[in-house]
């Protein structure tokens, strides 16, 4: 504060005939007392009324807030020695913040015997008021990096972008990468890692004939009702179910502490704690600050790295105008200091079992590209916040473990418009003999973050889930074409059943034929009256799902490929037809059928090899030559490992159930005690 009364002009801290080194001194003392003082008992009434708005525009407000807070205290200032002009308090205000920051960024992370014993004395008494009895026990943290697959990681710690991680994977990790299902994306892996059940997902968005709903994983009531199927088919609340905390995810796991979650966003009262993560987060106003600042800088950043893509007409390229700057900041500033931070408290609180999302770089590379300087940016800031959580588990109150987990990776090309020049909706109504529109209608994009923000704006303003929160389509003859990154669903929804390949060729006798011999589509899944399910190629490719292999139309597409249409087309809801996109194994791209040159949610390259880094200590994944398939394989994995650590708290399921069988598993004591499939499920 002196420092700054000394350079700004209108900002002074002495009378006006001046004032000895120690009136003004005490001044200066007085006027930061009472700012700190007004900062610490007005911040957090102001963040709280203004509950979630720091996400979005009060990015603004913190420093006019900060700014009038300054102008209050000194004029609490003993004979009017303190005055500063509006504009300097805003300046002043916001560098004090800052340097208080800075300051306690430091702290946390100084390894420092006396505050080590600060930081153990405060979490032995959070976990004395949360009833916790086993502080020798070790916790598990599970950090999932959205969409970052094996090879990006082992390519990021090779190259010196995440120190960290390469540590990690030289000394004291193991690393095993998994197979995902066909559905390739955060809804189906998230929901199988926290709930154990993937059943009936078959895409990021799908539409359901039997109830008319338009289902899309990232709408707060699609979460709240693909979380309600996987208790009451498993049984089990969820992994978290056990003084768990879920952080930054589209479910809760069974958690009691979640912050950003979507399955409860839509809850109303004092039930919702989803936002106290944010308030939790910003009631401390060096914290608001700094991601205040971060926030438009990213907003800066993107808006130069997409100039400069144009500039240098670097391809492939998408459109990422209008709100998608905002929309990136949110993901890779506002929800990443919000989860890391909260994942630290948790940490300090000794909490069993923590799992959190960071969507960072998923939601630049579905802009970007999987593989470019934007993404290894955003990696190289993953690093340092894993870093940190790493070393604030140091002054834990019980040892932890922290597993590092990725949900899907992306696959890298340009989308399916742009190669060929038309949308698949436009080739599915030219194929139907449907008139096409002149100008192509501009696909949604899937990515997590989008929704996330807007539910954030809705929360803030306490408003409903929005008008699009369940929608349901109009049924006609015309097809609903639904894109989920390279995979999409077409439905017809004037019936109430799957159609057969037979009524579709007499609907419309060229539209197959047309899909399955366009270069830009791998194959077609589409149910036959006499063979069963079959899947169809280019040249008249048809094999029945019954004798399909890892060959034929699937060559290329991976191993597992067959197996993983097998079990989607088992789903109740899978659609009338399914289209997945072209892959060349040589280059790794796909054809996304939405505006996406990073994408995910069906087969092909990089997209389907998510990858598990834990601690050597915990059990391998799998056995010596065997493979992690599934995300529901994941979840059992995990499972055991609470086990490991914790012993007969963590509820057991039963892990010799196969995919897609629909009976329920058992239910422990334990479970039923913290609330089972009741708690934190936002059923």
Not at 149 to 178: C, F, N, Q, Y
Not at 443 to 457: H, I, Q, V, W, Y
Request: proline share 5%.
């Amino acid at each position: 504060m002196l420092a700054l009364a000394g350079a700004l002009p209108d900002f002074r801290l002495q009378a006006a005939d001046g004032d000895s080194i120690t009136r003004t001194a005490l001044t200066a003392a007085w006027g930061a007392g009472a700012f700190g003082l007004l900062t610490a008992l007005v911040w957090p009434l102001v963040v709280r009324a203004l509950l979630l708005v720091p996400a979005l525009v009060l990015g603004l407000l913190v420093f006019f807030l900060n700014g009038s807070l300054l102008l209050v205290a000194l004029r609490l200032i003993p004979d009017g020695r303190g005055d500063v002009g509006p504009e300097t308090a805003v300046v002043v205000a916001a560098v004090m913040s800052a340097v208080a920051s800075a300051t306690s960024t430091a702290l946390a992370v100084r390894d420092d015997n006396a505050y080590r014993r600060r930081l153990s004395r405060l979490a032995t008494r959070r976990r004395r008021r949360q009833g916790a009895d086993c502080d020798d026990c070790p916790g598990l943290v599970f950090v999932q990096l959205d969409g970052v697959g094996h090879e990006v990681l082992l390519r990021a710690a090779k190259d010196g972008l995440m120190p960290t991680v390469a540590e990690w994977i030289a000394t004291s990790h193991r690393l095993t990468p998994w197979r995902t299902d066909w559905s390739s994306q955060t809804g189906a892996s998230q929901l199988g890692i926290l709930h154990g059940s993937t059943f009936d997902v078959p895409a990021f968005r799908w539409y359901e004939k039997d109830t008319g709903r338009l289902m899309v994983s990232n709408r707060p009531a699609s979460a709240v009702e693909l979380q309600r199927r996987a208790v009451e088919r498993t049984g089990d609340g969820g992994l978290l179910a056990v003084d768990g905390a879920s952080r930054g995810n589209l479910f809760s796991g069974g958690a009691e502490q979640v912050a950003l979650v979507l399955s409860v966003a839509a809850r109303r009262g004092r039930a919702n704690r989803s936002r106290a993560g944010y308030f939790a987060y910003f009631s401390d106003p060096a914290n608001a600050v700094r991601t205040a600042v971060s926030f438009f800088a990213e907003v800066v950043r993107e808006v130069a790295q997409s100039l400069r893509a144009r500039l240098r007409d670097e391809g492939p390229r998408v459109r990422r105008g209008g709100l998608y700057p905002f929309i990136r900041a949110f993901a890779t500033v506002v929800e990443r200091d919000v989860v890391v931070a909260a994942v630290m408290g948790d940490m300090l609180a000794g909490r069993t079992a923590v799992y959190a999302d960071l969507v960072a770089y998923d939601e630049v590379a579905h802009h970007s590209g999987p593989h470019g300087r934007d993404t290894a940016q955003v990696l190289e800031r993953l690093d340092r916040s894993l870093a940190l959580m790493a070393k604030v588990a140091e002054h834990a109150p019980r040892p932890y473990r922290i597993v590092l987990l990725s949900d899907h990776g992306q696959s890298p090309g340009e989308t399916f418009e742009s190669a060929y020049g038309l949308t698949l909706k436009d080739l599915v109504r030219a194929g139907c003999g449907l008139p096409v529109p002149r100008r192509a209608e501009r696909s949604k994009s899937g990515a997590e973050a989008r929704e996330a923000a807007r539910t954030a704006l809705r929360n803030a303003l306490h408003r409903g889930p929005g008008k699009g929160a369940e929608e349901r389509p109009d049924p006609g003859a015309d097809p609903l074409v639904l894109a989920s990154g390279n995979l999409a669903l077409i439905s017809f929804g004037d019936t109430s059943e799957r159609l057969s390949r037979e009524q579709i060729d007499a609907r419309h006798p060229a539209l197959l034929s047309t899909l399955a011999n366009h270069p830009g589509v791998g194959f077609l899944l589409v149910r036959s009256e006499e063979h069963g399910s079959v899947v169809l190629g280019a040249a008249g490719q048809e094999v029945p799902v019954a004798e399909l292999s890892d060959d034929g139309p699937l060559a290329g597409f991976g191993k597992g490929a067959a197996d993983a249409v097998r079990r989607t087309d088992s789903f109740p809801h899978v659609a009338d037809v399914m289209v997945n996109s072209m892959y060349d194994p040589e280059t790794g791209r796909v054809h996304a059928f939405e505006e996406q040159i990073g994408s995910h949610g069906g087969l092909g390259g990089e997209q389907s090899q998510p990858f598990v880094l834990a601690p050597v200590e915990l059990s391998p994944p799998v056995d010596d030559g065997a493979e992690l398939v599934g995300a529901e394989g994941v979840h059992r994995v995990f499972r055991r490992w609470l086990r490991e650590c914790a012993g007969r708290q963590i509820p057991v399921q039963d892990t010799t159930q196969e995919q897609g069988e629909p009976a329920a598993r058992g239910v422990t004591d334990a479970t039923d005690a913290t609330g089972g499939a009741d708690s934190g499920t936002g059923a």
